[in-house]
């Protein structure tokens, strides 16, 4: 998002040159430049075995079924965005989380950061903010969740990892 205001004071915005940005946003009294950044999110494939961790939260998709997701807070890392979120929406724990790229979401300015992680403990517990959380079996996973095109990449990149054989299994 492109600032026309200072969110911290209210004043008009004017264009300070930075580099290679070019003109930037900037705000003269609180000596900010607001950059045009995407809102960083994480994507979450967890594992156990056979399985993946699927919730269904009609907000976002009303067929399908899709990943752990989140937006990361500020004041923490990636990481532990990827930990508090699992937590938080489906009670589980996970260890060994790897990254698996990101991916841009045009409509929503969003940049979606995506990982696998292993299963560690706990027991299924959602949040009021997901309808259903399930272990599904990895060999469906992509039908199930047909509508959700960036959660299917994950998982694509999640069976080319763990070299899981869909004709095989
Ligand atoms: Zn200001």
């Not at 045009?36 to 961790?53: G, R, S």
């Not at 940049?111 to 560690?120: D, H, P, S």
């Not at 009021?128 to 959380?133: A, K």
């Not at 994950?154 to 054989?165: A, G, P, S, T």
Request: overall charge negative; charged content about 35%.
């Amino acid at each position: 998002m492109r600032f026309k205001y200072c969110p911290k004071c209210g004043e008009r915005l004017i264009e300070k040159y930075s580099w290679d940005e070019g003109g930037v946003p900037y705000c003269p009294i609180d000596d900010i430049m607001y950059f045009d950044t995407p809102k960083p999110c994480v994507v979450v494939a967890v594992i156990k075995e056979n399985e993946i961790l699927l919730l269904k939260q009609s907000y976002i998709f009303k067929d399908s079924k899709v990943l752990v997701s989140g937006y990361v807070n500020n004041g923490e890392t990636v990481e532990q965005t990827v930990y508090r979120e699992v937590k938080e929406e489906t009670g589980i724990s996970v260890e060994n989380i790897k990254y698996l790229g990101s991916e841009y979401l045009f409509s929503k300015e969003i940049l979606m950061l995506t990982f696998m992680a292993k299963y560690k403990s706990g027991e299924i517990r959602k949040s009021e903010e997901v309808e259903w959380v399930e272990w599904g079996e990895l060999k469906s996973a992509l039908c199930e969740m047909h509508e959700d095109e960036i959660g299917k990449n994950v998982v694509r990149k999640v069976l080319k990892e763990i070299n899981y054989d869909l004709e095989k299994n």
